[in-house]
């Protein structure tokens, strides 16, 4: 089972990147495998313990005409997520997320609810969240070449409900998830907000665990996300854990990138990660400084009871 498992895994991420090297998406977060519950909402719960996490992330520092002037990056990101369990089945948290690109702005709210058995190889968690999001297109911010273009005026806002669901099967050694984060979508009309099934973003997650000895395992890990409006966007990550697995240190692929990354813990109940994400392409003449993420997290760690309790966060 194992080997056919492993076998499976590298089918899924050599078909990731044969499928999508050409793909022009942009995917947002490089630290996924660190903050799963920002895609997924059958991750809360998993650690069996009181967890909260915030994330903060520029994307293509130096673009020309980033953020209109306002800073230099093309796009911020800033998260805050929480989840606790609330017995051996039930889960329960919250995520609030902040996304701005240009002269759009995306907003979200979620609460979340997960509900987790056991299996012969492990624990199965399902997931659903709910809340809302506020959009804003105020093109007010927009630099036009003629300055009496009546469109310039336009301030485009909207506040719509929104909800997501996932799975999401875990144990000491791999874990796989698959989720619709989102969804409804800022509309493109004068409608409250965008239904459309062709624009669900369709994510799946992988990783597993080889233990080389004690003070050393190698974790590769993989997101795939797929919409019927886009080309696939994937990201393929090698994850190197040492010195009693205090030190991360890891290399990713994606699409349109490099990324390396670093996670260290800091203390029993605080990690600290960073991720840089390399731009190539046409996009690496335009952003030479790439992308930059920084992750805070707090665990209760002396009460975590779960089957893996530090390599799947």
């Known amino acids: 089972m194992r080997r056919l498992l492993v076998i499976g895994f590298a089918l899924v991420v050599l078909w990731g990147g044969m499928s999508a090297q050409n793909t022009k998406n942009y995917t947002p977060v490089n630290m996924y495998m660190l903050n799963p519950l920002l895609i997924n909402p059958a991750y809360s719960g998993t650690k069996e313990s009181l967890s909260a996490n915030m994330m903060i992330g520029a994307n293509w520092l130096d673009i020309p005409g980033a953020q209109l002037g306002k800073a230099d990056a093309a796009g911020w990101m800033q998260s805050g997520s929480f989840d606790l369990p609330l017995t051996e089945q039930m889960a329960v948290g919250f995520i609030v997320r902040n996304n701005s690109f240009g002269v759009n702005n995306n907003f979200v709210f979620y609460g979340h609810y997960s509900y987790r058995i056991i299996t012969g190889f492990g624990k199965l968690s399902f997931g659903l969240r709910a809340g809302l999001n506020h959009y804003n297109r105020n093109l007010l911010k927009a630099s036009f070449r003629d300055p009496m273009d009546p469109v310039q005026q336009f301030d485009y806002s909207r506040m719509y409900p929104n909800f997501g669901a996932g799975i999401y099967w ?59 409006k886009s080309p696939l966007a994937y990201q393929v990550n090698l994850s190197f854990i040492g010195f009693k697995d205090m030190v991360w240190l890891g290399l990713g692929y994606k699409s349109q990138g490099f990324v390396i990354l670093a996670e260290f813990q800091a203390a029993t109940y605080l990690r600290i990660g960073y991720a840089y994400e390399i731009p190539t392409g046409g996009v690496r003449e335009y952003a030479p400084w790439g992308s930059h993420e920084i992750l805070i997290r707090f665990d209760n760690s002396w009460e975590v009871r779960n089957v893996s309790p530090v390599y799947f966060w």
Do not use: A, C, E, H
Request: net charge negative; aromatic share 22%.
């Open 170 to 228: 875990y144990n000491d050694n791999y874990n796989v998830g698959f989720s619709i984060p989102d969804f409804f979508f800022p509309p493109t009309g004068s409608g409250l907000f965008d239904g459309n099934p062709r624009n669900y973003n369709y994510t799946l997650t992988g990783g597993y665990l080889f233990q080389i000895s004690d003070n050393f395992k190698i974790k590769p890990s993989t997101m795939l996300t797929y919409s019927l």
